[in-house]
């Protein structure tokens, strides 16, 4: 447990549902972020967040929706998705935004059929 | 445009030898680098950094070189152990100093250690 807890670890959903995705830290940190793996590619910035406020939106379609109620919690939620966003979605957390002191998250195996 | 680039998929090593695995980047603003290990169903650990004003950062098994010239920094793992085998990824960063850039990674290179 790296202190960065995501979940589901797995989801499968339909093109028409609406599901969400849950980040939790209880690191004390004040940044928090949203990437994603697609096979073969690099790991990609979605979202970013600073003390709950979005200081960065990688013109991620608008299917994704995060929501960040509180420094220690992260939402994304997801709607009307494409099967090619399937793929592996990673939560991070770090004591400012930067590269220094990134914790991940396990990731969410998303699945859209 | 990628800007961090691992141009090796994948990588075999015997058990014992030395893994060099190794990072391309096209961003001279870039000024700090890590390299994070995942294995599968985890999500990626950080391993190893190295801020631009230095060219080798060591860590146990574990050494970081930077090339700011060439723009290619390199990990080395010696020796090499099958608890090794994981994917590898390279990131980087610019401005770190002031704490509001985000990482850049690679695509990552799939080690495997062979016993």
């Known amino acids: 447990e790296t202190g960065v807890t995501q979940t589901p670890r797995h989801l499968v959903m339909g093109m028409t549902n609406k599901k969400s995705l849950k980040c939790e830290q209880h690191?004390?940190?004040?940044?928090m972020y949203w990437y994603k793996q697609s096979a073969k590619k690099p790991l990609e910035l979605m979202f970013v967040?600073?003390?709950?406020?979005?200081?960065e939106n990688n013109s991620v379609p608008s299917r994704f929706s995060p929501e960040c109620p509180n420094s220690s919690h992260l939402f994304l939620h997801l709607h009307t998705l494409q099967p090619e966003d399937s793929a592996l979605y990673l939560c991070?957390?770090?004591?400012?935004?930067?590269?220094?002191?990134?914790?991940f998250g396990s990731g969410t195996r998303l699945t859209v059929v | 445009d990628q800007q961090v680039k691992q141009n090796s998929p994948s990588l075999s090593v015997q058990e014992g030898r030395i893994s060099i695995l190794n990072c391309d980047y096209t961003?001279?603003?870039?000024?700090?680098f890590l390299w994070y290990k995942k294995y599968p169903a985890e999500g990626p650990t950080f391993l190893i950094s190295?801020?631009?004003?230095?060219d080798k950062n060591e860590d146990g098994r574990f050494t970081v070189f930077l090339n700011k010239s060439a723009k290619h920094l390199s990990l080395h793992i010696v020796p090499s152990q099958p608890g090794d085998s994981a994917v590898y990824f390279c990131?980087?960063?610019?401005?770190?100093?002031?704490?509001?850039?985000?990482?850049?990674f690679g695509t990552g290179t799939r080690l495997t250690i062979i016993p």
């Open positions: 990131a980087a960063s610019a401005g770190l100093n002031f704490g509001n850039e985000k990482l850049t």
């Open positions: 961003n001279s603003m870039f000024d700090y």
């Open positions: 967040y600073s003390l709950e406020e979005r200081v």
């Open positions: 690191l004390g940190h004040n940044a």
């Open positions: 190295i801020s631009s004003i230095k």
């Open positions: 991070a957390s770090s004591p400012k935004p930067g590269g220094y002191g990134y914790t």
